[in-house]
């Protein structure tokens, strides 16, 4: 019996250790997760996605600080052809340099950067900032600061959440939302970052609330300035800080006096953040010659006009469509309410008005992106109402808490595929619409279907508050393709269809000597015997319609269906099916890609083979579905 006895004592102490770990080990998990997906994409390896986009700003100031000794970047103009690529070079009226984005990444990105700069230096590659050794380090600067965020929003969960479901959390806030996207593919954007300086903030803010210090009070100050300092919109984390505690409007007197009683942490704390600030005014300064300098020329937020529900709901980059997880936190901000509405109150002033800010800038879609990506910087708070919502359902009923995890595991697997998707192409980064998001729902690979179905936006409206879809110049012919050689596009240089969904090349043939309908038509020469084309994509057992007039009737000319590939398909029709009473001749031929050719370009054009002149009118490709020939 006294061995059975010490067995479960022993049994006993083993699953409250493992109870009590599972949160720490799942920060192992993802660590190691992330490891393996690195490894997997290599993208230091080609530059993918590493320095690139906004990051060749952000990360720029290391290498003219420490490498070429001359943040004044006029050591550009010295080989201009290797920088274009690099680095930016936005200048002054008076000619100065300076960088779009403040260089608060480049303080988080530095011990990572000497590494780098280290390693090239040992492995013999060139040192000049932009080779494998400081894209690798780079990369795995982002699951640093990761498991850093990861640390601290436990610490933070496990105020409100018991040890499982804390594990719980963190692995569904990293694998099934988009900041496993930005862990990884996208690592050095400056989301990761974000969020770990964000989580930390919140812990501070905790800290010096128990314990109003100078020492918390500097630190909270420390990272509040690398926070305004990476990205100065989310400033607003201040709300966070000031509201952090109070339950009611009647707690606004009371917290005023607290400040008021210690002005001297609270002046400490924002003597810190400037501190942190300070290099990039002064660089601001010596570059511009202004204290404050606003880099975004002429791009800018339209208050009075705010995208917030397509922000939260589009199928462009909406965030719960994106990252539905999020509708769960949102959700879990009641039940965080009835317990802490000392935390609930200040979360909610910080939501509103960061989804405000965000959505009202003139890119609310953000450019290229996956998901809402301004919001993962939050996500460490929003983990907070997630993880308060799961202990409440696993108390009061075990049946709701049950379907939550089913649910949560279905959202990872949904966010884990379309983090796929999106690397493949198969969510576009700016352009999806409803229609193109369905149309994929579940699939891999994009198909000319999906390419047709895409909403692009008008950007040189979209900077002035103006948000209009443009017409896709679609890829493949699903449906028709026509002109009757009368509409130009704006540059002038091509026929454009009705619905402005293709282009049609000879613009430089257009005449108006002879026409089939309208008061246009394209004029074949001898010397310029080929003309009216059109190129598209198409795929192996596709059928076409092809018809085009000519004039005369009797013209040795031809309408042509052909492959780009050598030895693809090709089809051709000279002999008229109809003629007017004008002299005007109708081709038809219809075009089936046989099953043994590979999907690929085609272009279908018409072509005199007289020694006359030949009129072209009213060409259309009109698709006629799917071959019923099986290979």
Aim: a positive charge; glycine letters at 6%; zero cysteines.
């Amino acid at each position: 019996m006294r061995k059975i006895s010490v067995y479960w004592q022993l049994m006993s102490a083993k699953t409250a250790f493992v109870t009590r770990n599972l949160s720490k080990a799942s920060i192992v998990l993802i660590a190691l997760i992330i490891v393996d997906v690195n490894f997997n994409n290599h993208l230091w390896l080609r530059n993918r996605k590493v320095v690139a986009d906004d990051v060749i700003s952000y990360y720029s100031y290391l290498p003219a600080a420490f490498i070429y000794h001359d943040l004044s970047f006029r050591f550009q103009d010295k080989d201009p052809d290797f920088f274009k690529d690099k680095m930016y070079n936005s200048k002054t009226a008076d000619g100065g340099t300076y960088q779009k984005m403040t260089m608060g990444l480049a303080f988080l990105y530095l011990p990572f950067f000497l590494l780098g700069h280290l390693s090239a230096w040992l492995l013999g590659y060139e040192t000049h900032g932009y080779t494998a050794p400081y894209f690798f380090f780079l990369v795995f600067s982002a699951l640093f600061y990761l498991v850093v965020g990861l640390i601290y929003l436990r610490k933070i969960l496990q105020k409100y959440a018991d040890d499982s479901l804390v594990a719980i959390t963190l692995l569904l806030v990293v694998f099934a939302t988009n900041l496993l996207y930005y862990s990884t593919l996208e690592a050095t954007m400056p989301h990761v970052y974000n969020f770990a300086l964000f989580t930390v903030f919140v812990w501070q803010t905790m800290r010096w609330y128990a314990e109003p210090t100078g020492k918390h009070a500097v630190f909270t100050g420390l990272i509040y300035g690398l926070i305004v300092l990476v990205r100065p919109a989310n400033a607003l984390i201040s709300l966070f800080f000031i509201f952090y505690g109070i339950r009611s409007f009647s707690d606004a007197g009371p917290r005023i006096s607290f400040f008021l009683k210690r002005w001297r942490a609270l002046a400490l704390l924002l003597l810190a953040a400037f501190m942190v600030v300070l290099p990039q005014l002064i660089f601001w300064k010596v570059n511009t010659g202004h204290w404050l300098f606003y880099s975004y020329n002429n791009e800018g937020f339209f208050f009075a006009n705010p995208q917030i529900l397509d922000g939260l709901f589009s199928y462009r980059k909406g965030w719960f469509v994106y990252t539905p997880l999020m509708a769960l936190a949102v959700i879990g901000l009641w039940p965080l309410w009835k317990t802490h509405r000392g935390l609930a109150l200040p979360m909610i002033i910080f939501l509103i008005f960061n989804v405000y800010l965000i959505f009202s800038w003139w890119s609310w879609w953000y450019g290229g992106s996956f998901g809402a990506r301004p919001l993962v910087d939050s996500y460490g708070l929003m983990a907070i109402p997630l993880a308060v919502l799961l202990g409440r359902a696993f108390r009061r009923s075990k049946v709701v808490f049950i379907l939550l995890m089913v649910l949560s595991l279905l959202l990872v697997k949904l966010n884990v595929f379309q983090t796929y998707q999106y690397k493949n192409g198969s969510l576009h980064y700016d352009s999806m619409s409803k229609a193109a998001y369905w149309h994929m729902f579940g699939r891999m690979s994009a198909d000319l279907t999906y390419y047709d179905l895409l909403d692009p936006l008008d950007y040189t409206l979209a900077i002035e508050g103006i948000y209009r879809s443009v017409p896709v110049l679609k890829v493949g012919i699903r449906e028709q393709a026509e002109t009757g050689f009368e509409a130009l596009n704006e540059a002038g240089d091509r026929f454009i269809s009705p619905g402005k969904h293709y282009h049609f090349s000879g613009a430089d043939l257009l005449s108006e000597e002879k026409y089939h309908s309208g008061k246009r038509a394209v004029k074949l020469t001898p010397s310029d015997p080929y003309g009216a084309g059109i190129d598209f994509s198409a795929e192996k057992g596709d059928r076409y319609l092809v018809t085009v007039w000519k004039y005369p009737a009797n013209a040795k000319a031809s309408v042509v269906f052909t492959a780009y590939a050598e030895k693809g398909y090709s089809a051709v029709q000279h002999d008229v099916v109809e003629t007017d009473a004008t002299g005007w001749g109708k081709l038809s031929m219809i075009a089936e890609i046989p099953a043994v050719y590979t999907d690929g370009r085609f272009k279908a054009f018409v072509w005199n083979r007289s020694s006359d002149t030949v009129y072209f009118d009213d060409f259309s490709i009109e698709y006629l579905g799917k071959s019923t020939v099986k290979e």
